[in-house]
């Protein structure tokens, strides 16, 4: 359980500088841009456009401040944000993939969104991924050569907390020193550490050692890169809503302000433009609008953007009426295509006691001092991510059955993730474990966002449609069978002791979840398509007045973690609104 010294910081939150908890505070009703959803893509926006002191933006914000809150800030508490009140706590549709399994959809819940609760895993993807993007919107501006400036631009890459000699642990050559997001190396190390690494040099013609993931060729196993700086995690409100940003007076964040539809301008120009946003506020729930003078940006994520959508009345005409919402834009891809990750986790008893069990959950006296020194100089235990190495990895060609639909022969088939142990409670009396999350990176399954009341303040319905393609189970099920193989390493001679993971089909359906990277429920689409929702410079189909920037506009998901391709796709769609509107 946290620390006791650290329960009377939870429910902090302050306003400060120009954001606002109550409407009534709002100085000004008039706005060139309003931004739909303090996340990671929105704060973006929010942050970019306002470079220019002419401009007027306004973030609405669902959640509250992300200002205090300790289980966001220090990066080994990440996992225990999960089931609280900074999480939308969303449940899944029964999936049949998982043998009938409905489970938890973690989305942050506070300004910054995931990015102030997700994992901070820093991993941008293949070139492949980009170039694939490129392709299929016909616009070569996502490709990787246009994107990296853009990847970049975001990136601050700093010491890790201990401060210790990085050399060999990454390649400087493709990272910025001067962008807005931190990202480090760990700052602490892990039992496992010593192990993982020794088998990689054992093991180095199907393991071999990746010096930097992030090259754009991610081939092997290698130290994780994590968006943490000076020992706390750094998300889009810490960021690009620093200090230094929010006291810019033509850029406003109003909290507490949940967003149900875009509502349509009256007109007779036979063009539909929406215009203005809904939204409640406040523990009344009184309903208020908006209307911007230039666009709305929908930057409600994967999950909240095609539900305001489909609320609003865009989406499949006859599936909306069927539900009693009037349909005002015909868009049957809105909701559709949401792509999702699968990922299992293999356990193994093991002798060593190094683990986070027996170093920090049983030791209540170590909590306490780990505590105090991340309060004191943001270093130590708690200054780092949970996870030290990661891999990115292709199988064997002659291991592959089925038909391989990543985005290119550079672009890893999955993921290895190893962990030193339980990351959060409950932690039983006594053992202790290592494991290693086994991610599918190229999924076939294909799940949705939907309706079904008109009721705008109740959940979507959320179908990821986990493993329900056959050919995603076989891919698992070659992961983990390769997670195995790690594990048979000299290395680990004397330290495994036994597995306490069983693989087959059956309990890899019981026990996979996702990995928290939703994509694609408002994709990208090439100019004059019959599918997608947006075009390739983001706005709305069929309307004008609405740009979408989030997760959802991705095609496919990337081979990486998504907070990293989301960031650099909010920079590249700062500039794109920039040139629309002929912006500083």
């Not at 049983?362 to 505590?371: H, L, V």
Request: hydrophobic share 40%; aromatic share 10%; charged share 15%.
């Amino acid at each position: 359980m946290l620390p006791l010294i650290t329960l009377g910081f939870l429910l902090v939150e302050t306003a400060f500088g120009l954001i606002y908890e109550t409407i009534e505070d709002l100085p000004s009703h008039t706005y060139d841009f309003v931004v739909v959803g303090g996340g990671t893509a929105g704060n973006v926006i929010a942050n970019r456009l306002t470079e220019d002191p002419a401009v007027t933006v306004l973030v609405l914000e669902a959640a509250g401040s992300n200002e205090g809150v300790i289980l966001s800030e220090v990066p080994f508490f990440c996992v225990q944000l999960i089931g609280t009140a900074y999480d939308w706590n969303f449940t899944t549709t029964v999936q049949p993939g998982l043998n009938g399994r409905a489970i938890s959809y973690p989305r942050g819940y506070m300004l910054g969104g995931s990015s102030s609760t997700n994992f901070m895993v820093y991993t941008r993807g293949s070139a492949d991924d980009y170039n694939r993007y490129a392709e299929i919107t016909g616009d070569d501006g996502w490709s990787w050569n246009e994107m990296l400036p853009y990847i970049l631009k975001n990136e601050q890459f700093v010491a890790p907390s201990d401060g210790h000699d990085t050399t060999g642990e990454f390649d400087p050559a493709f990272h910025s020193f001067t962008g807005v997001n931190s990202v480090s190396l760990p700052g602490y190390a892990h039992g496992s550490d010593e192990k993982v690494l020794q088998a990689v040099d054992e093991l180095a013609e199907e393991y071999p050692y990746d010096l930097d993931y992030n090259d754009g060729k991610p081939n092997g196993i290698g130290w994780l890169q994590s968006t943490v700086g000076n020992g706390t995690r750094s998300s889009s409100a810490t960021s690009y809503l620093g200090p230094e940003y929010t006291c810019r007076p033509n850029l406003h964040v109003l909290l507490h302000s949940y967003v149900t539809r875009i509502l349509p301008k009256d007109s007779d120009d036979s063009e539909l433009y929406f215009d203005t946003v809904e939204f409640t506020h406040g523990s009344d729930g009184a309903t208020h609008t908006l209307t911007p003078t230039r666009e709305i940006v929908l930057s409600a994520g994967a999950i909240g953007t095609p539900h305001i959508l489909l609320n609003s009345g865009i989406g499949d005409s006859d599936t909306l009426s069927a539900i009693g919402i009037e349909s005002t834009l015909h868009l049957p891809s809105v909701g559709q295509n949401l792509t999702e990750h699968p990922r299992f986790t293999l356990e193994w008893s093991i002798s060593d006691n190094n683990t986070f069990e027996s170093v920090y959950w049983r030791n209540a006296t170590f909590q306490q001092e780990a505590m105090s020194e991340w309060e004191e100089s943001r270093t130590g235990f708690l200054s780092t991510a949970p996870y030290s190495q990661v891999g990115f990895l292709r199988f064997p060609e002659e291991e592959v059955t089925w038909n391989d639909i990543c985005a290119g022969q550079d672009t890893p088939q999955y993921e290895l993730i190893f962990g030193n142990g339980l990351l959060a409670p409950p932690i039983p009396a006594t053992g202790d474990t290592f494991n290693i999350g086994v991610v599918a990176l190229c999924p076939l399954s294909r799940g949705n966002i939907s309706i079904n009341s008109t009721d705008f303040l109740a959940p979507p319905l959320i179908n990821p449609n986990l493993l329900f393609d056959p050919q995603d189970v076989a891919i698992m099920k070659s992961g983990a069978e390769h997670a195995q193989q790690f594990v048979t390493a000299s290395s680990w001679d004397g330290y495994i002791l036994s597995p306490l993971t069983n693989v087959t089909e059956d309990t890899l359906r019981d026990g996979a979840l996702i990995t928290f990277h939703p994509v694609s429920t408002a994709s990208m689409s090439p100019v004059g398509a019959d599918w997608g929702v947006v075009n390739p410079d983001l706005l709305l189909k069929g309307a004008k007045g609405v740009r979408i920037v989030d997760a959802s506009v991705l095609p496919f998901v990337p081979a990486a973690h998504t907070q990293a391709p989301v960031y650099a796709f909010a920079e590249r769609a700062a500039d794109l609104i920039k040139q629309a509107w002929t912006l500083a």
